[in-house]
C-alpha cells in the first residue's frame, strides 16, 4: 500500500526566503506525482505535475523535482511572497491510469510579511 | 483549465439526516469522478471512484450503503450521507478526469450535529 509522508508538517517563514518542501512515497512504482495548494477550508489548485519519466516541473517561482528511485520529490518555492501562505499536499498517481491519488497530509506553509 | 463545482459548500444537519452532495463538471465531460474525505489534519483520503452509468467502486472501509453515489450523467455526480452521524462530519472533495489531469471541486464542509 502507498503511502506518502510529508515533512515538515508546518513551516514559516519571512518573505522573501526561498524554501523547500519534501515528499516521500514509500512504492516507488508511480505513474505521476502532483503538488498541490489547499488553502483553508477550499479545494486543490494544481500547482505542478511531473510524470514518472521526468525529473522536474517548473512554474513560475514554483520547480518540482522527482526522484522516483528513492520516493521522493521536493517542491521548490524561491522568493516566498505571503501570499503562498497555504498548505502544500502531495499527491502520488499509481495504479492502472495514474488514477488512484495518494496523498500527504500536507505542509501547512506561513510567510510573514 | 477545467471547473468543477460542489453543491452545497457547507451543510450543518441533524444526527440520523440524509445530506445530499452534487458534483459538477462544468465544461467538460467526466465518465470517471472521484470523492475523497479530509479530516482535520490529515491527508485527502479516496472514499469512491463513480464510473458514468455503472455502479461506484468503494474503497475498502467505506461503507457502500451510507455513502450512496450516484452518476446518471457525464457531468454530475452525487454522493448521498444517509442517517449521518457526528463521526461524519468531514470534508468532502469530489474530483473528476479528462486525458490531462484530475480536477478538484471546492469542497463541501458537512457537519452534523
Known amino acids: 500500500k502507498q503511502e506518502v509522508t510529508q515533512i515538515p508538517a508546518a513551516l514559516s517563514v519571512p518573505e522573501g526566503e526561498n524554501l523547500v518542501l519534501n515528499c516521500s512515497f514509500t512504492?516507488?512504482?508511480?505513474?505521476?506525482l502532483q503538488w498541490f495548494r489547499q488553502d483553508p477550508g477550499k479545494g486543490l489548485t494544481s500547482l505542478l505535475l511531473i510524470q514518472s519519466s521526468q525529473r522536474e516541473q517548473t512554474s513560475g517561482r514554483l520547480n518540482a523535482s522527482l526522484d522516483k528511485s528513492s520516493g521522493r520529490s521536493t517542491l521548490y518555492i524561491a522568493a516566498s511572497q505571503p501570499g503562498d501562505s497555504a498548505t502544500y499536499l502531495c499527491?502520488?498517481?499509481?495504479?492502472?491510469?495514474?488514477?488512484?491519488?495518494?496523498f500527504g497530509k500536507g505542509t501547512k506553509l506561513s510567510v510573514i510579511p | 483549465g477545467a471547473v468543477v463545482s460542489q453543491h452545497p459548500s457547507r451543510v450543518i444537519c441533524k444526527s440520523g439526516t440524509s445530506v445530499k452532495i452534487e458534483c459538477r463538471s462544468l465544461?467538460?465531460?467526466?465518465?470517471?469522478m472521484f470523492w475523497y474525505r479530509q479530516f482535520p489534519k490529515q491527508s485527502l483520503m479516496l472514499m469512491a471512484t463513480s464510473n458514468e452509468g455503472s455502479k461506484a467502486t468503494y474503497e475498502q472501509g467505506v461503507e457502500k450503503d451510507k455513502f450512496l453515489i450516484n452518476h446518471a450523467s457525464l457531468t454530475l455526480s452525487t454522493l448521498t450521507v444517509t442517517s449521518a452521524h457526528p463521526e461524519d462530519s468531514s470534508f468532502y472533495i469530489c474530483?473528476?478526469?479528462?486525458?490531462?489531469?484530475?480536477?478538484f471541486g471546492p469542497g463541501t464542509r458537512l457537519l452534523v450535529l
Open positions: 474530483s473528476s478526469r479528462d486525458n490531462a489531469a484530475q480536477y
Open positions: 465544461d467538460f465531460q467526466a465518465t470517471t
Open positions: 499527491a502520488v498517481g499509481s495504479g492502472a491510469g495514474s488514477y488512484q491519488l495518494t
Open positions: 512504492d516507488s512504482a508511480i505513474y505521476n
